[in-house]
């Protein structure tokens, strides 16, 4: 403390980051995604999609997305209450707007497109 009684105020410096992402500090809620992944059991197309996910997540999301899987055989309930009627399906909960993607997401280009992802060049 100084003699006046006041504290001192110091500000944090950045934290070093991968070249690219953008430091803790400068990300807003905005950045995080939160997706759902309904599926059926362990069919081939709910296996591929849940793969083709996380490949797309990891690539492009960095660390910024939550992905919950929802087995509709497990947990009947959450699929009716967001009105699932085909499997698989992704749910982007977050950032807005909420969308819903339908198939095994082997489609990259449109399953960028449809969580407002740009590819890669």
């Given amino acids: 403390m100084r003699s006046n009684g006041k ?14 992402a953008a430091p803790d500090w400068q990300k807003t809620p905005e ?7 309904y599926v059926t059991g362990a069919t081939p197309n709910s296996v591929r999609a849940i793969q083709n996910i996380k490949s797309i997540c ?17 947990q009947p309930s959450l699929a009716k209450g ?3 009627v085909a499997t698989p399906t992704l749910v ?3 950032p807005l707007p909420l ?4 198939g ?7 399953v960028l497109l449809g969580l407002d992802l740009v590819p890669k060049k």
């Fill in 7 to 20: 504290k001192k105020v110091t500000k944090a410096k950045p934290k070093t980051t991968i070249a690219g």
């Fill in 31 to 37: 950045d995080r995604y939160s997706l759902r992944l």
């Fill in 58 to 74: 990891a690539e492009y999301l960095d660390g910024r997305y939550d992905v919950e899987i929802i087995d509709v055989y497990k």
């Fill in 82 to 84: 967001e009105q699932i």
């Fill in 92 to 94: 982007k909960v977050l």
């Fill in 99 to 102: 969308r819903r993607l339908v």
């Fill in 104 to 110: 095994d997401l082997s489609q990259r280009d449109s």
